[in-house]
C-alpha cells in the first residue's frame, strides 16, 4: 500500500501522471522550436512534471535511486521555471531561462523512462541489465545529445510574444 492505495494502483497513477507529462512537454518543446507559447499545454506540463516528481517520492525505496535525485533536480529546475514564465513573464534573459530549465526538467523525466525501460522491457533488460552496459549508455548519451540540441535550438527560435495562429 502507498497512501492508501494498493501498490499496483499507485504505481499506474504515477506511470499514467509520468506520461501525460512527457507527451505534452514533448508538444511545448515542438512549440518553442516554432515560437508558440501554448499557454494551457504549458501548465499541464509543468504541473504533471512536478507531480511525477512528487508522486515518485512516495514509492518505498532503501536508497537513494536515479528516478529520486532525477526528482529532486527536476523539483528544482521546475521551481525557476515557474518562477520565469509566470512571476517574471519571461522578460528579458529569463526567456532563455524558462526554455532551458522546463527543457532540463522535460529530459529528467525521458532519462527515468529510459532506465525504467531498461529494467522493465525483458529485451531490453537483457542487453543491459546493470545498466552499465554500452546499450544502455548509448541510448542515454543520444537522448543527452539530442535534448541539447533541441534545447539550444528552441532557446534560439522562441521569442515568447503571441504569434498568429
Sequence with gaps: MILGLPTATYTLIHVLISLIAI????????????????????????????????????FPNTHLTPGLKAGIISLAVLAVAALARYALHLSGVWRRIYVVTAMVALY???????VQLFEKVPTLNALAPKQTEPPFAITQLAVLLLFVALTIAAAIKFRGERVPA
Design 108 to 114: 529528467l523525466n525521458v532519462f527515468v523512462l529510459i
Design 23 to 58: 507527451a505534452t512537454g514533448l508538444i511545448v518543446m515542438f512549440g518553442l522550436l516554432s515560437n508558440r507559447r501554448m499557454d494551457g499545454l504549458t501548465a499541464v506540463f509543468l504541473l504533471f512534471t512536478a507531480l511525477t516528481s512528487l508522486t515518485g517520492f512516495a
